[in-house]
């Protein structure tokens, strides 16, 4: 009977540390490279530890604005989640000791792409991963027979509202040769089938 009772504490004490190695991997923030930027149209849930009348969904104004109590108004757009927190935590330190906030998306409807021309579907998408050029025609139910696939473009616009011209030979993509051309996809950007 003792030998099970060794055996089991043993067990216990290799499945603590196993969770402690997963939970402490799963707290690692993303790289801000990676990180999702909040844009206009998007819903966040922002709640502060231990403090019930500071929990709110709020939503990024098309300006990229937010509003929250104690913290003001502030841009939040092209932030990223972990940017959001630190502020609202420095603005809420002059009334609350030692904040702790979350800040949290709750529905990511801001970051959206258009598909347009001589595709099966054309419209607005709403997207909540990346997604590339070959992604986005596949969400347009693909081309129509008289599309001229080796003349999309993808209209973009910079920080500046300079509109820049993106090529995509959609053959040379099919056939695994210029794979560079596939870019991942920005918010705003308009991907025209002629």
């Known amino acids: 009977m003792r030998l099970n009772h060794k055996v089991g504490l043993v067990l216990f004490w290799i499945t603590l540390a196993a969770y402690q190695q ?7 923030p993303l790289p801000e490279s990676k990180a ?14 231990k403090e019930e009348g500071l929990q709110q969904e709020v939503l990024v104004r098309p300006d990229g604005g937010l509003s929250f109590p104690l913290a003001g108004d502030f841009k ?6 972990v940017e959001i927190q630190k502020i609202i935590s420095e603005r809420l ?6 904040p702790v906030i979350t ?38 139910a693909g ?9 999309i473009k993808i209209l973009r616009r910079d920080k500046d509202g300079k509109q820049q011209a993106i090529e995509f030979r ?23 089938v002629p």
């Open 22 to 28: 997963v939970s402490a991997q799963e707290q690692v």
């Open 36 to 49: 999702y930027l909040v844009q206009p149209g998007d819903i966040l849930e922002i709640s502060v530890w």
């Open 76 to 81: 939040a757009q092209g932030k990223s989640l």
């Open 93 to 98: 330190s002059q009334y609350i000791a030692d």
């Open 103 to 140: 800040v949290s998306a709750k529905q990511l409807l801001g970051n959206r792409i258009y598909v347009i021309g001589k595709v099966n579907k054309p419209g607005e998408y709403i997207v909540n991963r990346y997604v590339d050029v070959m992604q986005a025609l596949s969400m347009a």
């Open 143 to 151: 081309m129509t027979p008289f599309s001229a696939v080796n003349d």
């Open 170 to 192: 959609y053959g040379d993509v099919e056939d695994g040769d210029d794979l560079e051309q596939n870019i991942i996809l920005k918010n705003g950007d308009v991907v025209v």
